[in-house]
Each structure stands twice: as C-alpha cells, then as structure tokens.
C-alpha cells in the first residue's frame, strides 16, 4: 500500500506534468465505490474548463487546486497510481479519471481493486476525512512534548499508534516498522509507557525515514541496505538482519516485522 514516500513522490511527479494546465476534457468512470458522495455527470462538470494552480498533499491525500472550487481529492488506497501520457490509447487498465490538458498531455487514476477513493470538495483541507489527520512528517514539526502528551493517554500497542492516521499522517506498515527497529523499540509497548527519550527516538527516526525515502523517488531499491525494509518481507524463510532474528507478530491488526534483540528499556516504568 503506497505510504508517505510513494504518495509525495506521486504529488512532485503530478506537480511537474500537470501545474498550469487548463483542463479541456474528462473522463470519470461510472463506479459509485471509488467516487464517494458525487455523480459522475457533477464530478466532469466541475472539472471541465478549470485550470490547475496547485497540488497538494497531507498524509496519504492529494488533491489538485484549481482556479475554482470545488477541488478533486484523491486516496490511493491499496492500487491507486497516477499516469501521465499523450494519447487516449494509453489510458491505463482500470482507469477511474482522466484529464485531458491543454497541450496533449492526460492525465489519469487507475485504481485496481477500488480500495481507493476520490472526492469533490470544497476545501479539502479542512473537510473529513483530510481535517481529521494528524501530524504530517513532511509537512509539520514534529513536537516531541506534544507528541508525548498525546502518547501517555493512549495505552494501544505504540504500532498501532503509529498506524492511526489521526495521529501520525501518512505513516504505514512498513515506516512504523522500521522507525521502531531503528529507535529499538517493542512494536507491542503500551504508548502511554514511552519515556520523553523514546519519543524523542520515534520522532527523529520518523523524519530521517521518510525524507530519505522521498529523497529517493520513494524508490526502495535505493534505500540505505541497512534498513529493516530489505529483509522484512518473507516470513517464511525465518529472514535475519545484522546476524539477529527477524520475528514476525500481528499488532494493531497488522503483520509486524521486529527484532527482539534491538529492544531497549526506554520506558516510564
């Protein structure tokens, strides 16, 4: 599922391409799962004849912003990818929107198993589901003593704090994971039983991690080999990093990935 990096990187690639171009056609697909809350006929209306000013992004949400409202918001859920190309004959497979731009080039959504969702809204930034997040890595400082007081009133595994979007924008599966292996903390901890210096770990491995992911195109090849990420994925083969078992757990209903061994005592109690 595309996280932080994947979906900053899809902003930046959209922000070079389609910045400035007056939009001349639309193409929405009839699918009343992906498009949340709109018509198709009233989505192309207010797409139509509008030039793009902007893209933006908080956590996993991109939305273009045109020279009028309302403004076009979109979630990758699991499949979700954006395309880029100059003739109608390379619209991608399961293509939900398409635009065509002043200029030639299209651009597109495709979403594959219709997980993820796009909507019509006024001011996406302070409209649900986008005004419900919480701190975005990229875009907010982050304050470790908020932070923590945040954390002491949870008592959910801090994985799965980490997962709450509400909390931490933007952050999956595989970041959380790997911002605990690198700070050398349990994935199953209490958060409310984190110690200041924890916390602190939590939030300058989450800034590391993710600006050097988007430095990289998110791409995960060039990701530093010493990072959890390369070896977390198959389970079966009882996979080591560093010599040191990687032991697999579901946690927050999520298959968590962690060493054992790299746990510190960096708690309250």
């Not at 945040?150 to 801090?158: E, F, P, T, V, Y």
């Not at 909390?167 to 595989?174: I, Y």
């Not at 083969?237 to 927050?252: H, L, N």
Request: hydrophobic share 40%; glycine share 8%; charged share 30%.
């Amino acid at each position: 599922m595309p996280e932080l990096p994947e979906v900053e990187t899809a902003r930046r690639r959209a922000e070079k391409y389609i910045t400035g171009k007056g939009i001349v056609g639309v193409y929405i697909a009839r699918d009343p799962i992906v498009f949340q809350g709109v018509s198709s006929r009233k989505f192309a209306a207010a797409l139509g004849g509008r030039k793009i000013l902007a893209v933006r992004r908080r956590g996993k949400h991109i939305w273009l912003e045109l020279d009028e409202r309302p403004w076009p918001t979109f979630h990758f859920g699991m499949t979700g990818r954006f395309h880029f190309y100059h003739r109608q004959s390379e619209q991608p497979k399961f293509c939900k929107l398409e635009l065509g731009l002043r200029g030639g080039r299209r651009f597109a959504m495709s979403n594959v198993r219709r997980l993820g969702r796009i909507r019509l809204l006024e001011d996406p930034e302070r409209c649900p589901p986008i005004n419900k997040l919480g701190f975005d890595v990229l875009l907010d400082k982050l304050d470790v003593e908020k932070i923590g007081r945040i954390l002491s009133g949870r008592a959910a595994a801090i994985k799965a704090v980490l997962l709450d979007q509400s909390v931490f924008a933007g952050v999956g599966n595989w970041i959380a994971d790997e911002v605990l292996y690198q700070a050398g903390l349990d994935p199953h901890r209490p958060a409310c039983q984190l110690s200041t210096e924890a916390v602190t770990k939590i939030c300058r491995c989450l800034g590391r991690i993710v600006r050097k992911a988007v430095a990289v195109d998110a791409e995960s090849a060039r990701f530093p080999r010493s990072w959890l990420f390369h070896y977390r994925w198959d389970k079966n083969s009882q996979p080591t990093i560093e010599g040191k078992r990687i032991e697999f757990d579901v946690v927050g209903g999520r298959t968590t990935a962690w060493v054992p061994h790299r746990r510190t005592t960096d708690y309250t109690d």
